[in-house]
């Protein structure tokens, strides 16, 4: 196997830790309504929220017409949703914990810590790296800004701005043609192991999964490397022939 020519990736959860523990995010998030939630049990409604939130987002077409691009208006739905199961009569209260958590999750993006030191080191070596990242253009440009990563790519590209997501293979070859690269010189990295790994190996492309908490992948799924930190990519670029 030849070392890539192009690399691509993921944003959210591969460069920024942004979503990353949810079920255990909704859990503490919800401790604060205890008080108000009284008759019902707080843990069961957070993973209520975190079933219904799993559901949402495997929808095929949640970057399509489902909603996805807005991150906000996605939790409202999720947690009205959650409510209903949960025979709770409250949609201003579920409005509330929604754009709290999402508040919540937007103040706690951070970059993992090799993040700025790999792009750099990439960059500087002449391989073309491009950003292929599933959101709405607001969100993900304003990440992008607060971290000053934009700089680091030949190409970005956000789900909303290009018209298709992860996994559809158009918009991998949207990204091949933007890089002046092929499938079969170009590596992606990412979390996702649908929209990442198995979208990327759809249309012959490597797929590097970043896997920073060591979880197993399910049997389907064979990504043809793993890392648990961007800082292992260059070497495994040195060593890939």
């Excluded at 409510?83 to 951070?110: H, M, N, S, W």
């Excluded at 092929?182 to 979208?199: F, K, P, Q, R």
């Amino acid at each position: 196997m030849a070392p890539p020519t192009a690399l691509l990736f993921d944003l959210d959860d591969t460069l920024i830790r942004a979503y990353a523990n949810r079920e255990a995010a909704w859990r503490d998030h919800l401790m604060a309504y205890a008080a108000v939630l009284p008759s019902h049990d707080v843990l069961q409604i957070a993973d209520t929220i975190s079933s219904c939130a799993a559901r949402f987002w495997r929808h095929p077409d949640v970057y399509d017409c489902g909603g996805g691009h807005d991150l906000g208006a996605a939790r409202r739905t999720i947690v009205g949703e959650a409510f209903a199961e949960c025979a709770i009569d409250a949609p201003a209260l579920a409005v509330e914990i929604a754009d709290a958590f999402t508040a919540k999750r937007q103040k706690g993006y951070e970059l993992y810590p090799d993040t700025v030191p790999v792009l750099t080191a990439l960059w500087d070596s002449g391989i073309r790296l491009g950003l292929l990242t599933n959101g709405g253009r607001d969100s993900q440009r304003a990440k992008l800004d607060r971290f000053a990563l934009a700089s680091f790519f030949h190409f970005v590209g956000i789900s909303e701005e290009l018209g298709s997501a992860k996994p559809n293979a158009a918009i991998f070859h949207q990204a091949l043609a933007a890089l002046d690269s092929t499938a079969a010189s170009t590596w992606m990295v990412g979390d996702h192991l649908e929209w990442d790994i198995a979208g990327a190996q759809a249309v012959g492309m490597v797929a590097v999964w970043f896997n920073p908490d060591a979880v197993a992948a399910p049997a389907h799924t064979k990504p043809d490397h793993v890392v648990t930190n961007l800082g292992q990519l260059p070497g495994l670029l040195r060593n890939t022939v």
